[in-house]
C-alpha cells in the first residue's frame, strides 16, 4: 500500500475530492487489494461458506448522489450485521432513542458479536445495538400490530435506505434460522433478563429475516450515504429519518460498529462503520458520503480483510476522516 500521503489523513480536506481523483483513487485501492489472499470465508452458516473469495467490489457514493464503482458490482450478498445500523435507525425514528438507551443500551461491550456473557454484566442484560444481543433487543422493538406488520415495515424501511426495493434471501434464511442455536440462546437470556419487547423468537425471527437482505455494494453504499446527509436519501432524495436519527446511529457505530476493533478501527479510519459476517462494510463520513466494500473473506474479528485495508487507504487519501485537523 502506498504511504505517499498518509500523513495527510490527520488533515480535513474540507471536501471530498473532485470526480475524477475520487476515481483515480478508488481505482488505485481496488486494485492494490483484489487479489489479497489474507482472511477466510465465514462458516457461521452453511450457505455463507458458499461465498466464492476472489470476488470484491467497491462503491463511494456522495452526499449528492453520485457514485464511483469498481470490481462485482452486480454481486449480491446479505446484510447479515450491517443491518443492524439501520434497523436501529428505523426503531430509533419510531420509538425514540430514550428508549434504546434504556432497554438496549448503548454502550461498547468489548466482547465478541455473539457473546452471551456481554448479557449479563450488568443485572439488566443492556449490550448495544451493534452486537447480537443487542440487535435482537432493537429488532424485538420495532412496532406493528403484528409479526407480518412489523415484517413489512422494516422492509421498506430498508428499501428506502437503498432506494430501491429490497428482498429476502431464501436459501441464507433457511440456513441461518436452522442453525443460528447460539442466537437462540441469547433471546432467550435476554427475555430472562426482561430485555426483549415480546416474544423471544419473534425477534429472533424478525432479526434474522433482516440479516437475510440482499444488496450489492452500490446499494449498501447509497444507504450508507442516507446517514451522511443527515437521513436523506441522495439518490431518491426521500427523507427516510431524521437528522437526530442519523446522528445517533453513526454516534453507536463509532463506538461499536467494527465490534472488539471499534477502537482500531477509528485510531486508523476515523469513521462510523459496520460490517457483517457475509463480507460487507460501509464506512460513513458525514457531509461527504459513504464507501461500501464487499468482499468475503474475513479477519478474526469477523470484518473484511479487503474491505478494511480499502477503508484506511482511501480514508487517507479521500480525507474521510472525521476527527482529522481542519487544514
Not at 196 to 201: E, F, K, T, V
Request: hydrophobic share 40%.
Amino acid at each position: 500500500m502506498s504511504t505517499d500521503t498518509a500523513d495527510h489523513r490527520y488533515v480535513s480536506s474540507g471536501d471530498l475530492p473532485g470526480q475524477d481523483e475520487a476515481d483515480a483513487w478508488i481505482g488505485r485501492a481496488y486494485d492494490a487489494f483484489r487479489t489479497d489472499a489474507d482472511g477466510t470465508v465465514s462458516t457461521v452458516y452453511p450457505v455463507l461458506a458458499e461465498a466464492d473469495p476472489d470476488k470484491f467490489a467497491m462503491c463511494l457514493t456522495t452526499v449528492d448522489g453520485a457514485s464511483i464503482t469498481r470490481g462485482d458490482l452486480d454481486q449480491k450478498f446479505v446484510l447479515m450485521s450491517v443491518s443492524k445500523s439501520f434497523v436501529l435507525a428505523l426503531v430509533c425514528e419510531q420509538v425514540g432513542l430514550d428508549v434504546v438507551r434504556r432497554v438496549v443500551g448503548v454502550n461498547p461491550t468489548g466482547l465478541p458479536f455473539n457473546s452471551l456473557a456481554a448479557i449479563e454484566r450488568f443485572n439488566d442484560g443492556r449490550t448495544n445495538p451493534m452486537v447480537n444481543a443487542g440487535a435482537i433487543a432493537t429488532s424485538s422493538l420495532v412496532p406493528g400490530s403484528d409479526f407480518e406488520e412489523r415484517w413489512i415495515l422494516l422492509t421498506r424501511t430498508m428499501s428506502a435506505f437503498a432506494g430501491r426495493p429490497l428482498t429476502m434471501d431464501q436459501a441464507t434464511y433457511d440456513s441461518a434460522r436452522t442453525t443460528n442455536m447460539r442466537n437462540r440462546s441469547i433471546a432467550y437470556l435476554l427475555s430472562s433478563y426482561g430485555a426483549i419487547n415480546g416474544d423471544a423468537m419473534a425477534a429472533l425471527d424478525l432479526y434474522t429475516r433482516q440479516c437475510c437482505l440482499e444488496v450489492t455494494a452500490s446499494d449498501l453504499a447509497v444507504m450508507g450515504a442516507t446517514l451522511a446527509t443527515g437521513g436523506v436519501n441522495p439518490v431518491t432524495k426521500e427523507r427516510v429519518v431524521s437528522a437526530h436519527t442519523a446522528h445517533a446511529v453513526l454516534a453507536i457505530m463509532t463506538i461499536a460498529g467494527m465490534y472488539e476493533n471499534s477502537g482500531d478501527w477509528f485510531l486508523d479510519v476515523g469513521v462510523p462503520a459496520k460490517s457483517g459476517i457475509s463480507g460487507g462494510i460501509v464506512s460513513v463520513s458525514p457531509g461527504k458520503g459513504a464507501l461500501a466494500t464487499y468482499s468475503a473473506p474475513l479477519d478474526t474479528a469477523g470484518n473484511s480483510v479487503r474491505g478494511v485495508k480499502s477503508a484506511i487507504y482511501l480514508s487517507q487519501h479521500l480525507g474521510l476522516d472525521v476527527v482529522a485537523v481542519p487544514d
